[in-house]
């Protein structure tokens, strides 16, 4: 079974401070991954994505990808209370292929 | 922002009743995808519709399930007999043909079996 795992949390930071969150996933085969942020009770929102080892960044977002120890992190920079959420981790294998998602960290940012 | 529309938003049946939830895709989309979650638990893959025809389904879409694109805009999931444990949101989500672009997911469904 291909598994994505995360901690579920809930991780609480103050408010100002860099938030991480991080995850693995079992399938090599897997090649792009996908950060979701899911409010209570709503469908989850795209955060960015990453297929290339290293960094990408977006604003107060850093995604981090390392294919060799099958690792991919999210980084929050300046976290907001409004940040708080549970931040779903997804990997796919090819394009139009299905998302198998992790079961999401819980963050919490005290203001 | 374009939006992927789903309907109903909440819905309550009836053990053994049929249900059909309906999703509207961003218009230029081309791929389709149902998932579900579960209260408290991850998302999961249903199915995958791409050129009219389903190109992948999980084990959890059994016979009591069917999809389809009736109409060219709408895209659908029945449930023919529904059972308690159908008891989740079901999320439709859509996606472009190029690059690597994530999945737009719509508002979804609350689906109660009582």
């Known amino acids: 079974q291909k598994e994505v795992e995360q901690n579920s949390g809930p991780l609480s930071v103050p408010e100002g401070a860099i938030a991480s969150l991080n995850c693995t996933y079992s399938d090599r085969g897997s090649q792009s991954f996908f950060w979701y942020r899911q409010y209570s009770g709503k469908s989850p929102e795209l955060i960015m994505f990453?297929?290339?080892?290293g960094d990408k960044e977006d604003g107060r977002f850093t995604a981090q990808l390392n294919k060799a120890s099958q690792y991919v992190s999210l980084l929050i920079r300046d976290s907001q209370p409004s940040d708080s959420a549970t931040y779903l981790c997804?990997?796919?294998?090819?394009?139009?292929?299905?998302?198998?998602f992790g079961q999401g960290t819980e963050l919490s940012v005290k203001p | 922002e374009p939006e992927v529309t789903q309907t109903p938003s909440h819905q309550v049946t009836q053990m053994g009743q049929e249900v059909i939830l309906r999703c509207v895709p961003i218009s230029n989309h081309l791929y389709f995808y149902w998932y579900r979650q579960i209260l408290g638990q991850k998302v999961e893959f249903l199915v995958s519709?791409?050129?009219?025809?389903?190109?992948?389904k999980s084990e959890i879409f059994d016979d009591q399930f069917s999809v389809e694109r009736p109409d060219g805009s709408n895209f659908t999931l029945k449930i023919r007999s529904t059972k308690l444990e159908d008891s989740a949101m079901y999320f439709c989500a859509t996606r472009g043909e190029t690059g690597v672009a994530g999945y737009t997911f719509g508002s979804g469904t609350r689906l109660t079996v009582v």
């Open positions: 519709f791409y050129n009219n025809e389903i190109s992948e």
């Open positions: 990453i297929y290339s080892n």
């Open positions: 997804a990997a796919r294998r090819n394009q139009g292929g299905k998302l198998i």
